[in-house]
T-cell receptor
Framework: NAGVTQTPKFQVLKTGQSMTLQCAQD?????MSWYRQDPGMGLRLIHY???????DQGEVPNGYNVSRSTTEDFPLRLLSAAPSQTSVYFC???????????FGSGTRLTVV | GQQVMQIPQYQHVQEGEDFTTYCNSS?????IQWYKQRPGGHPVFLIQ?????EVKKQKRLTFQFGEAKKNSSLHITATQTTDVGTYFC???????????FGKGTLLTVNP
């Protein structure tokens, strides 16, 4: 039981490049979310999903896309990377609103 | 806008001292969750409180949910160096699907 797996752990991008951050969970959780963490800003919700085929925007969705074709996977796509997207990205999953979230170990992204 | 506020932002204590962090929401919450993040690590779920006035304990940690369900606190008795990290509260401000986090309280412990 691996929990929430995020890849890659580290990534450096050039401005304008695109990439996909991968997230997979093996706990059959319906809820999945992407957060970004910046110094002094806490964790801010980017996008979330309450089940396969259902996604919605969080607090800071601009510049990011998501899809949820299966219960297990919830990839986050950066369309055209900008230096403002330099951050640590966490994927998290939960069995529902009465349960806590399990977080992945994070992806540290630097955009130069 | 609606938000979850935490104070203090930082707290430095001597090992053995007590520590408390406070969380306030701009709106009534159906529940509140607490997480701990060790330096360089990821947030780890500690507990969820649901009922008005609820108090839960986990060893040296005591969690409270206010009567109006708009505030919460985490109290650590006799801190240890293993308690070092950032403590976050989080609540569903807008909907049950969107968990909003406070900015956290960074606890450092001097041995």
């Amino acid at each position: 039981n691996a929990g929430v797996t995020q890849t890659p752990k580290f990534q450096v991008l050039k401005t304008g490049q695109s990439m996909t951050l991968q997230c997979a969970q093996d706990m059959n959780h319906e809820y999945m979310s992407w957060y970004r963490q910046d110094p002094g800003m806490g964790l801010r919700l980017i996008h979330y999903s309450v089940g396969a085929g259902i996604t919605d925007q969080g607090e800071v969705p601009n510049g990011y896309n998501v899809s949820r074709s299966t219960t297990e996977d919830f990839p986050l796509r950066l369309l055209s990377a900008a230096p403002s997207q330099t951050s640590v990205y966490f994927c998290a999953s939960s069995a529902g609103s009465n349960y806590g979230y399990t977080f992945g170990s994070g992806t540290r992204l630097t955009v130069v | 806008g609606q938000q979850v506020m935490q104070i203090p932002q930082y707290q430095h204590v001597q090992e053995g001292e007590d520590f408390t962090t406070y969380c306030n929401s701009s709106t009534t919450l159906s529940n509140i969750q607490w997480y701990k993040q060790r330096p360089g690590g990821h947030p780890v779920f500690l507990i969820q409180l649901v009922k008005s006035g609820e108090v839960k304990k986990q060893k040296r940690l005591t969690f409270q949910f206010g009567e109006a369900k708009k505030n919460s606190s985490l109290h650590i008795t006799a801190t240890q160096t293993t308690d070092v990290g950032t403590y976050f509260c989080a609540g569903p401000l807008v909907s049950n699907y969107k968990l909003t986090f406070g900015k956290g309280t960074l606890l450092t412990v001097n041995p």
